[in-house]
Every structure is written in structure tokens, then in C-alpha cells.
């Protein structure tokens, strides 16, 4: 067996769509973008998007549209991809971390109000494997202390909150369709806002700060660069690719929460290991990224060995995310702050084990991964 944690589905009719515009003269600047961007706008109920080249570059032309500078600082949860807190460390703002909820792992909210000072220009939220952070807190809190709010929605591109899309309600909201995300366009990413003068912004920005697309000008060379600004645009190939890949979003995320389900149903006896709630409740709509188990304390010092294990006999893992971000040893020289402070945080970044979930598993597969679970865990008890 070969289950890998995540697999790209992308069929043949795709596959021909594609080699159409790789045939043609327009490659960038084209209409495969403009109608990615329209489409993914109008599912979402977004006023702006952006095609952008990941949700890195979403990420950095965010902070850089707000003009984030040094000694500036950004509240973030310390449990995120390093790309969260880069894109704005490369631009000289610091982090301050804050710890996870120990309930789905989400930002907890209830420790960012001490943390904001004069000099807290924006608070991240990153919605965690698809479970929302708690969006309705984080945007009160922004309201009341004029922060800007961003969303980073790379895991949870369809989850919902009062029946509204996270990355709706933040100055901008950024989403990746790396290939193993719910969605893919190879690398590519989408960055949205509800602003119209941040939309402007962010279109001088992707583009070297140059005031006329190749498509405004009338005559080659016909323009002026208004501000510093990088190359982050999404091409044609990709962007065609997302237009189908974003038809088949929905269906995905019903697949993925029969799957999650199925394997938390049938390993909830396990005494190894406790599922993270990453399912939807109340008013809070999951997109089911993964599950993701937390081994009992005694365990965690096999976690390696068991990802190995599992390895060995064709089981995809991942873990997300193998420190917390104030543990690596760029952030750890330069700011040396104690694991010891993010104490939920930790739990997730080193004792979790992430399983599969995504559209590629069969019936077969989950069966497979499950009785493999329960075998593996025996060894280690
Ligand atoms: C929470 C989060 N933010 C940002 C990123 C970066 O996304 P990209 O690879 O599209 O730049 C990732 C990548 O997995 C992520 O998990």
C-alpha cells in the first residue's frame, strides 16, 4: 500500500484545459486569471481577490500594504507555519506569540488583549488545519483597538463562521493552493480584501508598484512606477487550473469530513492518543485539512518512531508544524523566548501526529490506516 498524506487530484480534462493555454501566446496577464479571481470572489461572497504566486506572497504584500515597518509589532500564534510570521519579520515588525487553545488549537484569545501595547499595528489569525479560530473575538478586539486583522486561511479555504467564509472578515484574507491543500494550482495562492482602496493598493504592489497593467497600456512602455513593489502574480497555467480545482472545492470537504469522521469514529478507544476537535460545531463550519492525534505524554518521546513506523508500511503523515515558530533557531537567536510559556502550543508541535484525511483515501485505505493504527500503537504501549 501507498497512502500518501496528500495527493494532488487532477484529471485528465484538466490536464487538457491546461496544455490549451500552455499552446497559446498568453501565458501571464490573461483571462484565466481575471476569471479565477471572479469566480473564487463570487463562491466566497469576497469583494476583492488576487491572484498571487502562494500564500506567502499573500501573506508579505498584506503586511507591505499596511505599511508595517520596524518596531512595529504583530500579535500571531506561535503555532503556525514559519511563513505566517516571516512575512512580516522580513519587513522588521516583531512577533509577539501568543499560546493555543487546548481545545482545537486555535490562537487563544483570552491571552491577547494583555499582550497589545502602543506599537501592535496587527493581529494574524490562522485558522488551524481548518477549524476557524475564534474570528468574531479576534475582529472585536481589532475594532476596539483600531488593529488590522489578517487571516491567514491556508488550511481552511471553505470553512465558515456564522455561515460567513474565514477570510471575509479581516483587512485581508490569504489562501494557498500548494499541492497538498484542499486545492491545488501547483504553487499558486489568492489574496483577498473588502477594501477597495487596499485592492488598488495590493494590484501596485504584485506587480513592481507599476501604476499600468501590460493591459492598461496603449502603447508598449506606457508607464510609471508608483512605489516599491515585487513580482508576485499568479500565471495562466496555474490560474486555469484553479478554475476547475475550485468547482471541485465543495465535494472535496464533504469527502474529507467523511473521512475524518470515519477514522475518529473507529480509533476513538485508542487510550494512546486523544483526536484534536477539529470538527465542525455550532455555528463553526471545518474545512477537515486532517485529523490530528496528540499522543498520551508517555508516547511522545516514540512519536518519530511511530511516523516511521507507519511510514514503512505506506502511511502518509505530516506534522504540522514540527516547532513551534519561537523554537526554530532563527527565531529562538534572535528573540530567545522559553517553550515553557506556550504550553498548548508545544503539546501540538510535539506530540501530535497528523493522519490523512484528504478526497485521494479509498474505503480501502482508511480500513488499511486504521487497523495499521491500532497494530503499531500496540508495540508502543
Ligand atoms: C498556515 C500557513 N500559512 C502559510 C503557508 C504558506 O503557504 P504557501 O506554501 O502557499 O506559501 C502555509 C503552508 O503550508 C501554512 O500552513
Redesign the pocket.
Known sequence: MKIPFAKPLITEKERFFISKVIKSPILTHGENLSNFENDFRKKFNFKYAHGVS????A?HLSFMAINLKKGDEVIVPNQ??V??VHTFQILGAKPVFIDSNNSDGNIDTNKIEKKITRKTKAIVA?H?LGKPADIIKIKNICNKKKLYLIE?C??SIGAKVNNKYVGGFGHFG?F???P??HITTA???MLVCQNKKLYEKIKLLKGFGVNKNFNERKIPGEYDVKLLGLNYRLDEIRSRLGITQLKKLDNFISLRKKNYLFLKNSLKEMKQFKFLNLESENNIKSSYFCASIILSNKLKKNRYKIIKNLKDIGIGTSI??PKIVSDYTYYKNKYKISTKNFPNAAILSYRSINLPVGPHLTRKDLLYIISKIREIFKKFT
Open positions: 502562494s500564500c506567502t506572497a501573506l503556525t507555519h511563513s505566517t490562522v488551524y491567514d491556508a488550511l490569504c494557498s493552493f500548494y497538498a491543500k504553487d499558486g495562492g504540522h508544524y
